[in-house]
């Protein structure tokens, strides 16, 4: 009997499944006794034609199966369908497809159910309805046929299979007194419903037949109106017909519909375990965990299987729950927590074969594996959990973890095509679990490069005081190719430098290195920022076009941004070149703030010949330089120029310490992740007293060498550094010989004492001296070497109307480095 607690009424199917079949109903002799709508509709013929006359009428008299032919046929199997040709009241000829079905009645009378079907001008829509579908195949259907009180008077076998009411308790009764129930009485009404309009209803509800208890089922049926000989309604047809598997495919449609968009939104891979948990829980099953190898979350290739079988259990990580209870008291362990395999259970071997394994029926007797957990097992016989599958996920033959579905409260066991539906989820969910971990790990790879590359000490000497922030972007956008350095120059000036590669991921961090020790590098040649900028673009593009050339390389940066800086505090001058890139915001000492107007310059890479230009301001001591990439600036919400303002506003007390700066400054930023790199450097600039910067002009003569070292001596002695005059004598008689040697316009000698000291040569001579490693007889060729071993460093760099040759000596000592054995002394002259 069904249980009629659980029978529903579903969604209305289309009405025209049934309204475009013709049903008669015949006698036990092939006399029509009811007709329809419809089949006035399909054949021509109305209830005053056809009723009370054979169906022979209709068949053609040449047919080769006769009404009784057919009769005979259907006797024998209760029911039987084929295909014939009818004639049309207008006389031609229709093919259909017709179904000859068994009634019984009170009294072991008898009465058949025909059904006839144009085909050729069956709608594509209704060729696909469920009850039209049952109609033209052999698909067993309940037939039920009613007298105007809606007592049942005809019936066939089928119909005690869909909802377990044998002929004896449905014949002569109403549906409410063979189904007690809210749901009969719904079912009556539209009965009614039916009679009272002359209108076909065809409805679907869910039941649970005496032959299949354990498993819902879907019923699909149909009412339509008999009419007798005067086309008046003699009662009412019920034609029901199983529908459970095209219900069941729609509803796996509509879940895998659903998994296509809430699985993997994001590529975080314990949030797309969460949303597996979260699908699955109702629609498949009452309590679900997913489970993830230790590695995955942090992007590590995971292995092809997983080694169950030593007594060591399997380390996992449970990425996500759901159930139909608050809080999934079911399960044993907390997301984000460790879970443990035992060895002896189905868990460890479907990890070992990758196949799912399916238990019905749970089996928790004592002794099973079920057992080996106690606290798993107290949840399970507490939640009465009876059924459960196990699917292992895998994506590119490697073990990514496990999805376990149990059933609690929904009675139905799991069944096979239970498993199928998991498995395709679980198939689904493995493809966005392993792209998030396939980016999980070029993330992190890329993180881990941008980190190691960029700078993580940086002084700013004599010139400036200086601190940084570096935000990376969040994981849905990918580490960006933002840098920033500060790089010590000659004479205390320091540059400053930000740059930002276009793209994401390891080739915008890769470009960004090269990017940034290409500045390093041209810093070092002591370029004007405008003619670095200028060698830098041309460094980008053969680096390009070295990618280009690559045939396993795809080129996806396309381009970078930069501003670099020049402060001299000796000036306190700030020269400054931007190659596509933000200005600097600059806050005065007593908290202006201006973004100067910086020609913006065309962004590296791009190949466009516009050559960059250089702006040179004269700052106060204390002024504040804010440089920085866009992604401090630019939020998905507001626009540029507001991003601008905030970080003025943040700026605008520059007497407060630089890490409180850039606290505040990425502080104001919204509270989302950010969706790209965030880098912020800021520089509050000193300058040298008078009393650190000493500086001559010698005429261009030999006398300049031995006044040069005697001013410089002096220099030095009022500076309280004598234990640096005897190196100082030699690098300045070195440099202002040469000097002599190779221009002919006064010579310029600079000192400067800040954190080194630092000895300047100015000339008119356009050409840099480069160190030579003289022969025994060479009589010059050995200046510079002998300064190499002087200084701790040395170099030139080019200025209007010619060159600077400066060397760097250390304060705190004495030379590292005596002359080389075999030096000859300094000229005197």
Aim: glycine share 8%.
């Amino acid at each position: 009997m069904t249980n009629t607690d659980r029978v529903t009424l579903g969604k209305r199917l289309n009405t025209r499944e049934v309204s475009e079949s013709a049903v008669a109903m015949l006698d036990e002799r092939g006399t029509v006794v009811a007709w329809t709508q419809a089949a006035e509709q399909l054949l021509g013929y109305s209830a005053g034609d056809v009723v009370g006359r054979s169906a022979a009428l209709i068949l053609p008299s040449s047919g080769k199966t006769p009404i009784s032919a057919l009769i005979e046929q259907s006797h024998a199997h209760n029911d039987w369908s084929g295909t014939c040709t009818v004639r049309h009241s207008d006389g031609r000829m229709l093919d259909i497809n017709h179904r000859i079905s068994m009634l019984r009645g009170q009294g072991g009378a008898f009465r058949w159910l025909v059904s006839v079907t144009d085909i050729g001008t069956l709608s594509q829509e209704t060729r696909n309805g469920s009850v039209r579908e049952s109609l033209l195949t052999h698909a067993p259907i309940g037939i039920v046929i009613r007298d105007l009180q809606l007592r049942c008077v005809w019936t066939n076998d089928t119909a005690e299979t869909h909802d377990g009411i044998s002929p004896n308790r449905r014949l002569g009764r109403l549906i409410t007194d063979s189904l007690p129930g809210f749901e009969a009485e719904a079912l009556e009404a539209m009965q009614r419903q039916a009679l009272r309009n002359d209108t076909t209803a065809v409805h679907e509800y869910r039941a649970w037949p005496t032959e299949d208890p354990s498993r819902e089922h879907a019923l699909a049926v149909s009412y339509f109106c008999l009419q007798d000989a005067d086309a008046k309604t003699l009662g009412l047809c019920g034609i029901s017909v199983d529908v459970t598997g095209s219900q069941r495919a729609r509803e796996r449609l509509a879940i895998l519909s659903q998994a296509s968009t809430r699985i993997g939104s994001t590529l975080d891979v314990m949030r797309t375990g969460q949303e597996l948990a979260d699908l699955a829980v109702p629609v498949l099953a009452d309590f679900v965990y997913v489970d993830l190898g230790e590695s995955v979350p942090f992007g590590k290739e995971p292995s092809t299987r997983i080694d169950t079988t030593s007594d060591r259990p399997t380390a996992f990580l449970r990425a996500g729950q759901a159930s139909i209870h608050p809080g999934t008291p079911e399960s044993t362990f907390a997301r984000g927590e460790t879970v443990f395999v035992p060895p002896a259970s189905p868990l460890a071997g479907a990890l070992r074969t990758g196949r799912s394994y399916l238990e019905p029926v749970l089996d928790t007797s004592p002794g099973t594996w079920v057992d080996h957990d106690p606290a798993r097992a107290q949840k399970i016989r507490e939640y009465e959990i009876h059924s459960v599958m196990i699917v292992p996920i895998i994506a590119r033959r490697a073990v990514l973890g496990v999805a376990v579905f149990f059933r609690t409260q929904d009675p139905a066991p799991f069944h096979e095509d239970d498993l199928l539906l998991a498995e395709e989820l679980v198939t689904r969910a493995a493809l966005c679990l392993d792209n998030a971990r396939q980016y999980t790990r070029e993330h992190t790879a890329a993180l881990t490069l941008q980190r190691n590359l960029l700078p993580h000490h940086l002084t700013g000497g004599a010139a400036v005081e200086v601190a940084w922030r570096y935000l990376p972007a969040d994981a849905d956008a990918g580490v960006g190719g933002d840098w920033f350095d500060v790089i010590p120059l000659s004479g205390a000036r320091v540059a400053l430098v930000v740059g930002d590669v276009v793209g994401h991921g390891i080739n915008a961090a890769a470009t960004m290195g090269r990017l940034r020790t290409a500045v390093r590098t041209l810093a070092d040649l002591e370029l004007p920022p405008d003619q670095l900028l200028a060698h830098l673009d041309d460094t980008f593009q053969r680096l390009a076009e070295q990618d280009a050339d690559t045939a396993d390389q795809t080129p996806t940066v396309v381009g970078a941004t930069c501003l670099y800086a020049v402060y001299d505090p000796a000036t306190r001058k700030c020269t400054m070149a931007g190659a596509g890139h933000p200005p600097p915001a600059i806050i005065d000492p007593q908290g202006q703030v201006t973004f100067p107007e910086l020609p913006t310059g065309s962004p590296l890479g791009l190949g466009l010949g516009v050559p960059f230009e250089a702006v040179e301001l004269e700052l106060p001591e204390g002024t504040l330089l804010g440089l920085y990439t866009d992604g401090l600036i630019e939020t998905r919400d507001a626009d540029i120029d507001v991003g601008m303002r905030c970080l003025g506003t943040a700026l605008a007390q520059p007497s407060h310490p630089l890490e409180e700066l850039c606290t505040r400054a990425t502080d104001a930023l919204p509270p989302q992740a950010p969706g790209d790199d965030i880098t912020l450097l800021l520089a509050r600039t000193h300058s040298l007293s008078p009393t650190q910067v000493a500086s001559w002009t010698l005429p261009n003569d030999r006398t300049a060498i031995p006044n040069a070292r005697h001013m410089a001596t002096r220099q030095l002695a009022e500076w309280g550094l004598e234990s640096l005059q005897d190196p100082t004598q030699l690098i300045v008689s070195e440099l202002v010989t040469n000097a002599v040697r190779h221009s002919t316009d006064p010579i310029g000698l600079r000192l400067i004492h800040h954190e080194t000291l630092t000895c300047e040569v100015s000339d008119t001579d356009a050409n840099s001296p480069r160190l030579r490693h003289a022969r025994t007889t060479d009589e010059n060729g050995r200046g510079l070497f002998l300064i190499t071993q002087l200084s701790r460093r040395w170099g030139a760099r080019t200025e209007p109307g010619g060159k600077v040759i400066w060397a760097e000596q250390d304060l705190d000592s004495a030379p590292s480095h005596a002359p080389a054995p075999g030096t000859p002394p300094p000229r005197k002259e």
